[in-house]
């Protein structure tokens, strides 16, 4: 017979399976192109998009440049040392997984590992419940079974952790059923529930609501071993009309320090409906150290997928401030009769204030007139950011069609009513032409200021006439009013 080893391996879905690809050489490629050991046909993979290099008994993962990054448990990186349990994204921290773990090959050939769940889930299979003569195996097993739990930390999913709870308690109790429920807005729900036989349990409607009730109430473990002799329990209708035989009932709890109040992130429910549980002393201290370790668990994947969402939110948001900027980043037309400055920086990364100015001409190529419009979409972040552009884009299109000012704060007005996107707008529009002219309306925004001459002779006007703001009243009409600016006026 020969001893098994093991051999670190890149593990991946593909539509006819689960596939892998054994790194049993000084360096893997991957990428796009043919010519890589592991190729990835999405578009958004580079041809050569990154190495698994091999030093010694260490395993590298290094990006080759790509466009679009590599990435290590959600982080992009540039190099990284990989372990066990860990998983890689090209291209996309939303693109396929693949897992890096350990592989077992011995006389049989080679017996696929793909998570930490399975060398979990493989110590299970040896794992037998303790009897009482011998109680301090069963406690040195724990101890090695909690041992590789602890691998799951390294990136295990959560349904691989309720898995393995449930798989090892039901061997432990030896119960015909278990649940998982996990706590969300304040409820319970299912998150996963499996038969002794390894099958799965779609619903939970023929459980024991009050022994779930019993236990978050109570803050504790509720455990029944047989109804029949508990004459409270043997009273309930759920455990009558269900028959149910022997119940337990753990709540999984984060770990606090102490004098924090604890916080509860699911529960264990087991149960049987031929036979009554026949747990010893040792059981419960396992079962209840298992389900301890479980939520310990539980609760890290939790805060990892939270940061995951934090980071992405963060990302996309990034993404959304540099689209943002390139849209309000306008190139101001130069002009011989006037001279045009602005600038616009949001309160947030990106805002709902804008500019915009669009020079028009005749059909002889004669200077017309100048548009200019200054707006402020109500509220901060996204939301106003998204309506901003499409206000930009709206006024911009109209001016260059040569709308009048009433007819174009008019179809704003209509289309933020009859869209109904919760917001307005307060905004300025002008019209200079060379001549001096100025046509101007203002939709309730701050009253623009026209400044006569220089120096001590400076003299200010504001351009009191107002409209209603667009986008609050589908009703609302809207006038422009005509002014006349001198030569070295400005308006702001």
Request: aromatic share 6%.
């Given at each position: 017979?020969s ?24 360096s ?43 990435y ?65 195996g ?9 041992s ?10 959560i ?32 998150a ?49 009309v ?34 009554p ?39 996309e948001l990034?993404i ?45 190529g ?77 939709c ?8 006569h ?19 609050l ?20």
């Amino acid at each position: 017979m020969s001893v098994a080893t093991y051999v670190p391996a890149l593990s991946y879905a593909t539509p006819d399976g689960e596939s892998r690809i054994l790194l049993d050489r000084p360096s893997t490629t991957i990428g796009r192109s043919p010519t890589q050991d592991l190729v990835l046909p999405e578009s958004f993979v580079s041809r050569q998009h990154a190495l698994i290099s091999r030093e010694g008994h260490t395993y590298e993962l290094i990006d080759q440049n790509s466009t679009h990054g590599t990435y290590l448990n959600g982080a992009r990186i540039q190099r990284a040392a990989l372990n066990p349990g860990d998983t890689i994204q090209c291209g996309s921290p939303n693109a396929p997984k693949l897992r890096f773990h350990l592989q077992r090959t011995g006389e049989s050939g080679i017996s696929f590992l793909p998570t930490p769940v399975s060398d979990l889930l493989s110590t299970l299979s040896n794992f037998q419940p303790p009897d009482d003569a011998t109680p301090a195996g069963p406690l040195e097993q724990l101890n090695f079974l909690l041992s590789a739990a602890r691998q799951l930390n390294a990136g295990g999913a959560i349904d691989d952790i309720l898995r393995a709870l449930l798989q090892l308690t039901l061997k432990l109790t030896g119960v015909e059923r278990g649940f998982v429920f996990l706590r969300k807005d304040g409820e319970m729900h299912l998150a996963l529930g499996l038969h002794a036989n390894g099958d799965p349990v779609e619903e939970d409607a023929t459980v024991s609501r009050r022994a779930i009730a019993r236990a978050i109430e109570s803050e504790s473990n509720f455990l029944i071993s047989d109804t029949m002799t508990d004459h409270s329990a043997s009273a309930w209708a759920s455990v009558m009309v269900n028959k149910i035989r022997s119940i337990y009932c753990l709540p999984l709890r984060k770990r606090t320090a102490p004098g924090e109040p604890d916080h509860l992130l699911g529960l264990l429910y087991l149960d049987s409906q031929l036979k009554p549980g026949n747990l010893s002393e040792v059981d419960h201290q396992l079962l209840d150290a298992v389900a301890t370790e479980a939520a310990a668990l539980l609760h890290n994947v939790l805060l990892a997928d939270a940061e995951n969402f934090a980071r992405k939110a963060r990302e996309e948001l990034a993404i959304a401030a540099q689209i943002h900027t390139s849209l309000m980043s306008i190139k101001l037309p130069v002009l011989p009769y006037a001279v045009l400055k602005g600038r616009s920086k949001p309160c947030h990364d990106i805002g709902g204030d804008f500019y915009d100015a669009v020079a028009l001409t005749s059909a002889s190529g004669e200077h017309d007139c100048v548009c200019v419009t200054m707006a402020d979409v109500s509220g901060k972040g996204v939301s106003a950011a998204i309506v901003a552009a499409t206000l930009q884009g709206i006024i911009h299109a109209l001016m260059l069609t040569r709308q009048s000012l009433p007819e174009i704060a008019a179809l704003l007005n209509q289309f933020l009513c009859t869209r109904q996107v919760g917001k307005y707008a307060t905004m300025v529009m002008l019209k200079l032409y060379p001549d001096g002219r100025l046509e101007y309306l203002n939709c309730g925004h701050i009253q623009p200021v026209l400044v006569h001459g220089e120096g001590p002779t400076r003299q200010l006007r504001r351009l009191e006439d107002s409209n209603l703001v667009v986008g609050l009243i589908d009703t609302a009409t809207y006038d422009s009013t005509f002014s006349t600016s001198a030569p070295t006026s400005a308006s702001s």
